[in-house]
């Protein structure tokens, strides 16, 4: 019900978006997110976004290099990601659910990640 997509190979400094389109049900009232997961770490909170209010969240790491952003129906979540760093590389994963945006527990539905490197 998630699919995402948009990762690929990118030099230090590029940049990517990330697609996730949802099918099978209206994420509309949903709070949707992006985490990543490296090798060897665990899963990590990128970003959120409640749908109903349209207030975002961002971790740390990645303020003001990541936009994350959805389409007027409400049926595609972005992530527009500037300025990418060697260390963003990982597996992305794109996520719906009703709890807190920073939880991955709180998540319900999940996609099947899409795989971001960053070469120096």
Do not use: H
Not at 90 to 111: L, M, Q, S
């Amino acid at each position: 019900q998630l699919q995402a997509s948009g990762g690929g190979l990118v030099q230090a400094g590029g940049s990517l978006r990330l697609s996730c389109a949802a099918s099978g049900r209206t994420f509309g009232r949903y709070v949707m997110g992006w985490f990543r997961q490296a090798p060897g770490k665990e899963r990590e909170f990128v970003a959120a976004m409640d749908w109903r209010d349209g207030k975002t969240y961002y971790a740390d790491s990645v303020k003001g290099r990541f936009t994350i952003f959805g389409n007027n129906p409400k049926t595609t979540l972005y992530l527009q990601m500037n300025s990418l760093k060697p260390d963003d590389t990982a597996v992305y994963y794109c996520t719906a659910g009703f709890g807190r945006p920073r939880e991955p527990n709180d998540y319900a539905y999940w996609g099947q990640g899409t795989l971001v490197t960053v070469s120096s």
